[in-house]
């Protein structure tokens, strides 16, 4: 890769994380206006709709919920949108809006589909374009991009006032919560990508698809449908289910380098501004700073290596003697699975950003980088999309991050760790430890059973250290709640359908429980005042100390695994195997 290409690539970073930054502070302010019930500029609009919500459904939106009528409330509005999104794909041939004429799903796609969107997931084992009609995709699909989300941004807010609260019982009300996370946030926020998106020559109408003649003169049939404006809520929402089954690598769905610059940008956007969004309500905005500071290290580490692996191409091809052109696309890097028209730096920024946050919509085939670039967007994930995250999801899993960090410094310098002068105890231990633990145990759980499993193997396309990083990446992605996948997996078949639904549920819930139960042992705890030997949770010390503890647990947990696939193949590589 020449100088000035490696240069352009730093560049695109570059700007990605400076305009980033520069909506950072005005959004999240916003975000902490709608939370705590302030007027906003969209309150005369929206106030009343709002109201009308709470009427209908009979809720008190003053009423305080303790975590576990929060945690009640949420799993039951969760349970209710599984339910009506699978009766949805079931009664497809019968609903309207399908002019394509698709029948009901299997049981076991509809099952799993129906999971992953809940859970604000979006894995895929099926082509959007080829197996959903537009009211599947409108009223179903689309209506659970929108729920998901606001269901995270609520649980990370109540997390927020678990600690901002002192000697309290109530988190928030979840049904407040997620109505104006939905209305005052990801509407607004996804009506204008939307129309920016149109703009820029995405489709958005109810055709069923075009008739088209190729040069040859064959007959070809183009799909199409309201794709913007499910575009718009799977990237702010960090969903990534795409409408068609290339995702954002289809001109439809991509159709130009400023729409791919501006999707990754809405990704995000709202989990970088959470981190403002949780020091402003806590009082201290430094303290957001810091943990947004922890989340751009990492997202920078990884991006860089991303883009030095992708660029530095595969070795082997020239090595082996492949003919003249593959040598020349490997001598600029590798632009295998890559459109032409992003590249390598775009592609690579991409495939980060997409696993940093629970997003999952790619603009490239991971399955196609080199193996060391493959795995930063597995690491990524493995690391419990943490970095930025999904919206709400990375913030509080950032934020459990914390509290053991804050342990481990109080244990080497003997003190009892606090955090915005809250102790934390061995109840908020134990609890932050088992929300944070339950993803690798499902995740090598499921592994171990796939690898030895003949009905498993047989859904693999490639061999060796490849398909164990196909299987490793399928199981991340859905324990992570991410969605995205390596290419080479056929994964529509009852075992991998129900086993990674299973993992979705688990990586979901599972640390979603024991997080509520944290905020509700931490909003009734007292706080106390900073002394000389508190420990300073605004600096580099403690960004420092987050970042390692992020990776050394994602390290000493995965480590064995990766070795297996992405490390042992990149050996190979340098060997001049291929897989």
Sequence with gaps: MTAWAAFDGWLLIALFVLILTLATR???GYLQRVFEGERTWLSIVLGPIERGFYKLAGV?????????????????????????????????????LNPQGYGALTGDLSLNTAVSFVTNTNWQSYGGEATMSHGTQMF?????????AATGIALAIALIRGFAREKGKGLGNFWVDMTRATLYVLLPLSIVLALFLVWQGMPQNFIGATEATTLEGAKQLIAQGPVASQVAIKMLGTNGGGFFNANAAHPFENPTALSNFVQMLAIFLISAALTNTFGRMVRNELLGWAIYSAMAVLFLAGAGAALWAESAGNPAFTAMGIDQTASLIQSGGNMEGKEARFGIAASTLFATVTTDASCGAVNAMHDSFTPLGGAVPLVNIMLGEVVFGGVGSGLYGMLLFAIVALFIAGLMVGRTPEYLGKKIEAREIKLTVLSILCMPLALLGFLAVASVSPVALKGLANAGPHDFSEMLYAYSSAVGNNGSAFAGLTANTPFWNLTLAAAMLIGRFAVIVPMLAVAGSLVSKRKSPPTWGSFPTDGPLFIGLL???????????????????????????????AF
């Design 26 to 28: 005005p959004l999240g």
């Design 60 to 96: 008190r939106s003053n009423e305080d919920q303790t975590w576990i009528r929060y945690a009640t409330a949420m799993l039951v509005f969760s349970l209710g949108g599984y339910l009506l999104l699978f009766a949805i794909q079931q009664l497809q041939g019968w609903l309207p």
């Design 140 to 148: 179903g699909l689309a209506v659970q991009n929108f729920l998901s």
């Design 547 to 577: 970042v390692a503890i992020v990776v050394i647990v994602g390290g000493l947990t995965y480590f064995p695994a990766l070795a297996l696939g992405p490390v042992v193949e990149h050996l190979a590589m340098l060997a001049g195997s």
